[in-house]
């Protein structure tokens, strides 16, 4: 079930960020997977890749925020507490600006997260805030030198999905279909077609019934063929098989009466 994510609800300027603040305070008192804490920012393609795993939302939980220029931290009593140290102003402009153009170049689809600043404390500082709504298809992110890459979110961790996470990851999003659904496409109609689908039962018995013609045939006419064979057809008429044209020579005839008429000669 999704959760609930009231930060990520749109409205003006002026009423949102007084939203995203509260929203802080309460990130700040618990533990939240939705949030990721970027003090110093040192590596910005970070940023791209969480923002890219939050539009993923492996996990179903609406999106998430990265927070640059703040950290979590503890009391003394051992309760979280949000340390607001801020980013100067041209270093907020340079991220924002990198972020930006980075989500929307090496993102495939593109993202577009929200912006949002918010005061530190300090006049000449200030926190950065990245919202990024959950979407309904699975981007990936070209970082640096690398291949695309999806990320997703696991736990408060961002990770590569590999294996059987981005199969899970492609048959959410509707990229991939399910592995129960997907159509075999090595068959062919005379493989796959009803008509030519035989029950495996009816297949083991009519193959019954052949070696048992085939040992008649070669009990009482000698030839082992079933073409030739006066008992060729099956005893059970509840399984059909081709009609077989059956052909009696007088050689044949005479020997099924000489087997007869021995099998009854009183020893």
């Not at 709504?133 to 999806?150: C, E, I, L, M, Y």
């Not at 294996?163 to 990229?175: A, F, P, T």
Request: hydrophobic share 35%.
């Amino acid at each position: 079930m999704k959760r609930s994510s009231p930060g990520l609800v749109g409205a003006d300027r002026s009423g949102y960020r007084a939203f995203v603040v509260i929203e802080l305070r309460e990130l700040a008192r618990r533990e939240n997977e939705q949030t990721e804490w970027k003090e110093n920012v040192a590596d910005i393609d970070d940023v791209v890749a969480t923002l890219c795993a939050f539009a993923n939302d492996l996990q179903n939980l609406g999106g998430g925020y990265v927070v640059c220029g703040a950290k979590e931290a503890k009391d003394e009593h051992g309760f979280p507490i949000l340390v607001r140290s801020g980013l100067t102003a041209n270093r907020l402009k340079e991220i924002e600006g990198t972020v930006l153009v980075r989500c929307r170049e090496r993102v495939s689809p593109p993202i577009a997260p929200l912006v949002e600043e918010l005061e530190s404390g300090d006049p000449e500082r200030r926190i950065l805030v990245f919202v990024q709504p959950a979407t309904g298809t699975a981007h990936s992110f070209r970082r640096g030198h690398d291949g695309a890459k999806h990320f997703v979110r696991v736990s408060r961790s961002t990770i590569e999905a590999r294996n059987g996470l981005l199969r899970d990851l492609l048959v959410r999003k509707g990229v991939q279909e399910a592995w129960d659904r997907r159509r075999c496409e090595a068959a062919t109609p005379r493989r796959s077609g009803s008509s030519h689908i035989w029950p495996t039962a009816f297949r083991s018995r009519r193959s019954l019934h052949r070696s048992v013609s085939r040992s008649r045939c070669r009990a009482c006419c000698g030839r082992g063929t079933m073409r030739y064979c006066c008992s060729a057809q099956p005893r059970s008429a509840s399984f059909p098989v081709p009609s077989l044209s059956i052909r009696r020579t007088p050689e044949s005839i005479a020997r099924i009466h000489t087997r007869s008429a021995s099998s009854f000669r009183v020893r």
